[in-house]
């Protein structure tokens, strides 16, 4: 949780910031989620912002 939160903490500054625990194959894993976003091109600025600081294994999750 300790290196999410410092990725959390960079990335506060492109959008809304929020840590997320998840159990995967049976191990704790945090997951840092950015926004959400307006739209695909928000969105789209924000990943460019993201692998611009470089966190390039970064992924755009859609969820309705």
């Known amino acids: 949780p300790d290196n999410a939160n410092r990725?959390?903490?960079?990335?506060?500054?492109?959008?809304?910031?929020?840590?997320?625990?998840?159990?995967?194959?049976?191990?704790?894993?945090?997951?840092?989620?950015?926004?959400?976003?307006a739209g695909v091109e928000a969105a789209d600025l924000a990943m460019a912002q993201v692998v611009g600081l470089g966190e390039v294994n970064a992924v755009i999750v859609i969820e309705k």
Do not use: C, H, Q, W
Not at 20 to 35: D, P
């Open 7 to 37: 990725l959390k903490d960079r990335l506060r500054a492109i959008g809304p910031t929020e840590v997320r625990s998840a159990t995967v194959n049976g191990a704790m894993f945090y997951r840092v989620r950015l926004g959400p976003f």
